[in-house]
């Protein structure tokens, strides 16, 4: 006697826009088309955008991913170096002219424009607040525009609520282009509470990108038995998908690197899915 079973239908909500922006996008190409035009090595700092596959590729086809410019052999000084597309600080590109090495910038133009926003509040005479995370390299790079003590790092609330700054009425904020919109949100109204006088930049700091993506999994994830994130754990923007989905009332959400570490026991019994993909994600 045949014993059958039977499982519900599955239904994928599928997220766009998802993967892939155009800072993202930008960022590979330029180190595709050095790697074409001058030849292997082509050196490149810090991983160019935070996904494994992408940065595997650009190995087999004869990128040399570095921390540091000094990790660059002396017989391959001619060759070209990337910087990636998180931006680096200023002291970065007056190290490679030091060291009379040809480098292509491939930070993204949202996150040069932050960079101008920083340059322009400090000079008005405001003190820079950075709302962001401590240690990503996009942070690194955005404190770097700017002297020591000129930029002060928030990363949470209490942050904001506990700050002490030497003139209250010359603060101005920029955020990492990455973030959680509601997260930033939060932080930004306790900011404005204790300092009216704070300047916003001139332009929104959250990339379009980010945002379009946030909202596309908010929209979708309601009732969603599983919503799954495709992208790297170190990648900001998809980790910060992770945290939208929950709160947007997925009952889970986990992020996924490949498809080996997709749940498949959990999906055998769930009868929706929402998908997305970071903006460091290939399609």
Request: charged share 20%; hydrophobic share 45%.
């Amino acid at each position: 006697m045949l014993h059958t079973t039977t499982k519900p239908p599955l239904t994928i909500r599928l997220c766009q826009p998802r993967g892939f922006c155009a800072g993202v996008d930008r960022a590979i190409q330029i180190v595709v088309l050095a790697l074409k035009k001058y030849g292997a090595p082509v050196y490149v700092r810090h991983e160019i955008v935070h996904n494994r596959y992408v940065v595997e590729g650009l190995q087999s086809l004869g990128a040399v991913f570095i921390e540091e410019l000094s990790e660059i052999p002396a017989e391959h000084r001619q060759s070209p170096v990337v910087f990636s597309a998180h931006g680096v600080p200023k002291s970065v590109p007056a190290d490679a002219q030091a060291r009379n090495l040809f480098y292509l910038d491939a930070t993204c133009p949202l996150v040069s424009k932050v960079h101008k926003q920083a340059m322009r509040h400090q000079r008005l005479g405001r003190h820079v607040l950075l709302i962001g995370h401590a240690g990503h390299p996009e942070v690194i790079g955005t404190m770097g525009q700017l002297p020591d003590g000129a930029v002060t790092l928030i990363e949470t609330e209490a942050d904001a609520a506990n700050l002490v700054p030497a003139d209250p009425q010359a603060l101005g904020f920029v955020t990492q282009t990455t973030l959680s919109v509601e997260d930033t949100a939060g932080i930004i109204r306790v900011l404005k509470d204790r300092f009216p006088d704070l300047h916003a930049a001139a332009a929104e700091s959250i990339c379009y990108a980010t945002t379009n993506r946030q909202e596309a999994v908010k929209e979708t994830a309601a009732g969603a038995d599983l919503f799954l994130i495709v992208g790297a754990p170190n990648s900001s923007n998809s980790r910060r998908l992770v945290e939208v989905a929950e709160r947007a009332g997925a009952s889970m959400s986990l992020l996924v690197q490949r498809a080996s570490e997709i749940p498949w026991t959990d999906i055998a019994g769930i009868s929706t899915l929402g998908l997305s993909a970071g903006a460091s994600a290939p399609e």
